[in-house]
Nanobody, 116 residues
Framework: QVQLVESGGGLVQPGGSLRLSCVAS????????MGWYRQAPGSERELVAT???????TYADSVKGRFTISRDNAKKTVYLQMNGLQPADTAVYFC??????????WGQGTQVTVSS
């Protein structure tokens, strides 16, 4: 049974930073592609970033240069460091594991709100 639990969301002012974490249970984390998605109200879910087992990364154009995805296989955790946050980044952020794009298992989401 795989469970993904996100944390680290919150309210931040424009230009601020947050680091999201996603901790996985089970034994397949080290073999799985991981990803972060986000969904704003009234919008479709958007793939924000992915990271492979070997550390290869992809980013949506909207976050390149501002967001960084990383993983710690020993801790079964994937991170999303978000800098230079803007109101357009406001959304519920989800982590996902497995398949391509990563989508076999999902976390419950964590709210990120960027507002002054």
């Amino acid at each position: 049974q795989v469970q993904l639990v996100e944390s680290g969301g919150g309210l931040v002012q424009p230009g601020g930073s947050l680091r999201l974490s996603c901790v996985a249970s089970g034994s397949i984390f080290g073999y799985s592609v991981m990803g972060w998605y986000r969904q704003a109200p009234g919008s479709e879910r958007e793939l924000v970033a992915t990271i492979t087992v070997g550390g290869g990364k992809t980013y949506a154009d909207s976050v390149k240069g501002r967001f960084t995805i990383s993983r710690d296989n020993a801790k079964k955790t994937v991170y999303l460091q978000m800098n230079g946050l803007q109101p357009a980044d406001t959304a519920v952020y989800f982590c996902a594991m497995g398949d391509w794009p990563p989508s076999r298992h999902w976390g419950q989401g964590t709210q990120v709100t960027v507002s002054s």
